[in-house]
């Protein structure tokens, strides 16, 4: 004679014996125990979690002769016949090879006979493989079933079942054990039956049986057959500390450890992806890990060194391989080139996808240059003062070498103003000439800075005036730097009526200001403007050959984007003068009429 399963020989016989089910078990026994029990339930729930074990504890206390706070007393003959499966009080059908409307409608007509006990229990596993038709033979019974018949439908895929029969029954969802549950369940199991087992071993049955009691009892008893020898066991911290490590070679050596110790090459790979997920929930939930707490522990420490992002890109890349792996005539070499690139480069730079490898790459970079010598300072290009551009090929300009006209000391500037340009000759060329590489002079001589105005002369340069937008951005371009001091810039316009155009936007000035340096400064004009210090005449002068360009001048090649759409500067400015403005350093020729004259 066979001898029983383990999982057999050790099935619940009453509600207390249930584990990890406490919410179905104080249901059915509390109704049972009030009297209240339903016409018709559903138990869902993934395989080996109980649920055709409940419905027969379920069918034996309703039919128990000495029932106890909702439990069965299993000594009564009613009790005995229901565990022996001889009761004629227990109708079991299974569903699937029993799933036409005549298996149906042949239930239906005995559901109405009588019976010796006091319920007839019809135990129906398997109901979402019902089909239509019998689902609808069935539905009628089911919502107004006799008074002494009891339904208990049980199926692992709830949501395959039609509404119309959920909703005519008391819906009671089954979930997998927890480890340390499953854990301690099969170490009783284990010394009640007087098997000798590792912890090991215990740990081994937990972790195939992946929360199913029925599983986890089914591997013990194969490792029990065995003599505690839990085989060959597939073990992937080699293959984690690889990607860690990034070592190709220290993969390829795990990978055919495992294959040659008899292992699938698919069956590795879905376990190892089955591992790098409890993994990735050690990290952001350990409670959803189906693993023994001692497991979990060092399972996180593990893939805390391997980082959640490289944990999920391997996931993902061992995902694809998997459905490429059944067509592949040699699944091996696709397992093994997956694992090659997993380890030879960091996960994430594969598909340009890993924020932590792209931060780690910027880091290594500003470490590089901080470390690095510091650049030399570049001189920064002349700025032309009436335009508040940089002159076009300016700083190259200043770093070549002087030149034989140049050489001489350069005029310093004065306040003083040329007198008007004298009549060309007539045999002058009609043009206008200008002086490239000269820069031009400043249309109002700026004066001695003082204490705290170098500060403020290098904020607004490099700080206040890039900011500024729009039609501030235009009239200020042309607005030079006279002197700052106690938190009061001078500014000097070209002409007055500049200058009124610029006080209309001193408030946005001081805010700009205030927002790019923190502190708060007072814009004032100086009295001396371009159109007030010198005549309209002495706008036409040429400018100086060689004149110093004005200290801490910023670098527009740097700093400031050129705006052509700048506005010309109005006001009541002949034509000539705006034309002096709009050209530094021009001189004023005869006029083809002057000349015929």
Same mark, same amino acid.
Request: glycine share 6%; proline share 8%; with cysteine.
């Given at each position: ?16 014996? !249930? ?17 209240r029990e339903g016409q018709a339930y559903l138990f869902s729930g993934p395989r080996g979690t109980g649920k055709t074990t409940s419905a027969r504890i379920l069918a034996k206390v309703? %039919? ?18 229901? =565990? ?7 109708? +079991?059908?299974?569903?699937?090879? %029993? %799933? ?83 854990? @301690? ?74 294959? %040659? ?54 996931? =993902? ?18 397992? +093994? ?18 924020? @932590? ?74 043009? !206008?000439?200008? @002086? ?27 700080? $206040? ?55 708060? $400064? ?16 002495a706008r036409l002068e040429p400018a100086p050959a060689s004149h110093p360009p004005p200290p801490d001048e910023p670098d527009l090649d740097e700093h400031h984007e050129v705006d +052509? ?25 005869? @006029? ?6």
């Amino acid at each position: 004679m066979a001898t029983a399963s383990l999982y057999r020989r050790y099935r619940p016989r009453r509600f207390g014996e !249930i584990k990890g089910q406490e919410h179905v078990v104080r249901a059915l026994r509390d109704s049972v125990a009030r009297g209240r029990e339903g016409q018709a339930y559903l138990f869902s729930g993934p395989r080996g979690t109980g649920k055709t074990t409940s419905a027969r504890i379920l069918a034996k206390v309703l %039919n128990c002769e000495r029932p106890v706070d909702g439990e069965p007393c299993c000594e009564c003959t009613s009790c005995i016949e229901v =565990e022996r499966g001889v009761s004629y009080d227990v109708h +079991e059908l299974d569903a699937a090879s %029993n %799933n036409g409307v005549e298996a149906m409608r042949d239930l239906i007509e005995k559901a109405n006979l009588g019976t010796p006990g006091r319920h007839k229990v019809y135990i129906l596993d398997e109901v979402h493989m019902l089909s239509k038709p019998a689902e609808a033979a069935l539905l009628k019974t089911l919502e107004e079933p006799p008074s002494h018949v009891v339904f208990v439908l049980a199926t692992t895929d709830p949501q395959k079942v039609s509404d119309t029969i959920r909703s005519r029954t008391q819906h009671l969802r089954f979930h997998l054990l927890d480890p340390d549950t499953l854990a @301690e369940h099969v170490r009783w199991v284990a010394s009640d039956a007087g098997l000798d087992i590792s912890d090991e071993a215990v740990a081994a049955a937990v972790s195939q049986g992946a929360g199913s009691a029925r599983d986890a009892l089914s591997a013990l008893e194969l490792i029990a057959s065995s003599g505690g020898d839990i085989g060959q066991q597939l073990k992937f911290d080699e293959l984690v500390e690889a990607l860690i490590e990034h070592e190709p070679g220290q993969a390829l050596t795990a990978m055919a450890a495992m294959v %040659n110790a008899g292992h699938d090459p698919r069956t590795v790979t879905e376990e190892f992806v089955k591992h790098l997920r409890n993994g990735f929930l050690a990290l952001m939930a350990p409670e959803l890990v189906q693993l023994p707490s001692t497991q979990v522990a060092a399972l996180a420490a593990q893939a805390q060194r391997l980082g959640a992002a490289a944990l999920v890109a391997a996931i =993902e890349r061992l995902g694809t391989i998997m459905i490429e792996l059944r067509h592949a005539p040699d699944p091996r070499v696709l397992v +093994e080139v997956a694992l090659v690139q997993l380890t030879r480069q960091r996960v994430g730079d594969a598909g340009g996808h890993d924020v @932590e490898a792209l931060a780690s790459r910027v880091a290594k970079l500003e470490k590089a240059v901080a470390s690095a010598p510091a650049a030399q300072s570049v001189a920064p290009a002349p700025v032309d003062p009436a335009t508040g551009r940089a002159k076009l090929g300016g700083r190259a300009q200043r770093g070549a070498d002087p030149s034989p006209a140049s050489a001489s000391p350069a005029t310093p500037p004065s306040t003083s103003v040329a007198g008007p340009t004298p009549e060309p000759t007539p045999s002058a060329p009609a043009e !206008i000439a200008s @002086e490239p590489s000269a820069p031009a002079a400043p249309v109002a001589a700026p004066t001695e800075v003082a204490a705290g105005g170098g500060d403020l002369r290098a904020e607004w340069f490099d700080q $206040v005036r890039p900011t500024l937008r729009g039609l501030a951005k235009a009239l200020y371009a042309a607005v030079d730097f006279v002197s700052g001091d106690d938190g009061t810039a001078v500014l000097a316009a070209p002409n007055a009526a500049h200058r009124e155009r610029c006080q209309a936007y001193a408030a946005d000035v001081e805010k700009a200001w205030r927002e790019a340096t923190g502190r708060t $400064v007072r814009v004032s004009w100086s009295d001396s403007s371009g159109s007030d210090a010198a005549p309209s005449s002495a706008r036409l002068e040429p400018a100086p050959a060689s004149h110093p360009p004005p200290p801490d001048e910023p670098d527009l090649d740097e700093h400031h984007e050129v705006d +052509e759409s700048r506005p010309a500067i109005m006001g009541n400015e002949s034509v000539l003068e705006r034309l002096a403005q709009a050209f530094p350093g021009a001189e004023r020729v005869a @006029e083809p009429m002057d000349r015929e004259r």
